[in-house]
């Protein structure tokens, strides 16, 4: 089946620490997005990438860090400089500007 | 600021009822609406789609309508189930080149059986 994989579905971050979320994606979408959304909230932007080795800050992105060095993945790292990384984090992929986009199941991240 | 944001925040129907979630747009340049569907603890899942040279379009049990008069948007949902209850969110492409999506905080959508 195609789709978006995030890994993993639960993650703990201690003090100081980086973490790294997985994405990946068998759709051969050119564009790929990461969210974030807080409880009762909207999803915020974070990064996002229009094609291989390319990437744009979105709306609230100090404190996270991407690459795309392949089509079909998009990791996301929560640095230590997020002081509120606690929240549901969301991955999507599309396949141009007149389609939809397609999201994972989401990494919870919360704080140890 | 900028947003797309919803008139209700939770909607209460019993099972068979038809249901109506509405959702405001700011930016009148936009071209491009979406809704989707998001259960607990997942990720959210694509309903139906609009574009801005039509005012409706309908699918399974679904049909959105587009006023672009006074930016509205609304996501009918005919004979509705529990397995309908979720959060439904709008969004809208502001993008001119690329697709960029804002989101509104969403709708709960609960149904009784």
């Not at chain 1, 973490?19 to 997005?33: G, P, W």
Request: glycine share 10%; aromatic share 10%.
């Amino acid at each position: 089946d195609g789709g978006i994989t995030q890994s993993p579905k639960y993650l703990f971050r201690k003090e100081g620490q980086n973490v790294t979320l997985s994405c990946e994606q068998n759709l051969n979408h050119d564009a790929m997005y990461w969210y974030r959304q807080d409880p009762g909230q909207g999803l915020r932007l974070i990064y996002y990438s229009q094609i291989v080795n390319d990437f744009q800050k979105g709306d609230i992105a100090e404190g996270y860090s991407v690459s795309r060095e392949k089509k079909e993945s998009f990791p996301l790292t929560v640095t230590s400089a997020q002081k509120n990384p606690t929240a549901f984090y969301l991955c999507a992929s599309c396949g141009g500007k007149g389609q939809p986009q397609h999201f994972g199941d989401g990494t919870r991240l919360s704080i140890l | 600021g900028e947003s797309v944001g919803l008139h209700l925040p939770t909607l209460s129907v019993q099972e068979g009822d038809n249901s109506i979630i509405n959702c405001a747009y700011s930016n009148s340049a936009s071209d491009y609406f979406i809704w989707y569907k998001q259960e607990s603890g997942k990720g959210p899942q694509f309903i139906i789609d609009i574009r801005s040279n039509m005012d409706k379009r309908q699918g399974q049990r679904v049909t959105v309508l587009l006023n672009k008069t006074v930016k509205h948007l609304s996501l009918q949902i005919a004979a509705t189930q529990p397995g309908d209850s979720a959060v439904y969110f709008c969004a809208e492409n502001r993008a001119t080149g690329f697709q960029k999506l804002v989101f509104g905080t969403g709708t709960r959508l609960l149904v009784s059986p």
